[in-house]
């Protein structure tokens, strides 16, 4: 099991969860961040800090995002475990069903 970022970060990416994260498993992606699946401890360390409450256990992600625990497998296809987001920095492989997205939040 492992954390969830759901359709609340998406164009948001407040980044506290990263600054919070023990293990440098929260990586960036161009619309959204990503918990990798298998590099995640399951601390929850970054789930309190996130101001839009995008993040969830896995198990307990809201229905109409469940989508998105997906949308973070998929991410990591191609990018594999590199072992820590920050030697990586942002990577351009958000899935298709982000970019599709239209834009988020206020556009002020």
């Not at 023990?22 to 101001?51: K, S, W």
Request: proline share 10%.
């Amino acid at each position: 099991m492992t954390y969830v970022i759901a359709e609340p970060c998406v164009d948001v990416m407040d980044k506290a969860c990263i600054e919070e994260c023990p293990v440098d498993c929260i990586y960036e992606g161009d619309r959204m961040l990503y918990i990798h699946p298998d590099e995640c401890v399951d601390c929850g360390a970054c789930e309190p800090v996130c101001p839009v409450e995008a993040i969830y256990y896995e198990d307990d992600v809201p229905e109409q995002w469940a989508h998105y625990t997906k949308a973070n497998a998929d991410f990591f296809a191609e990018l594999g475990s590199p072992g820590g987001a920050s030697k990586v920095g942002k990577v351009s492989a958000d899935p298709q069903v982000i970019r599709d997205l239209p834009p988020q939040g206020d556009p002020a």
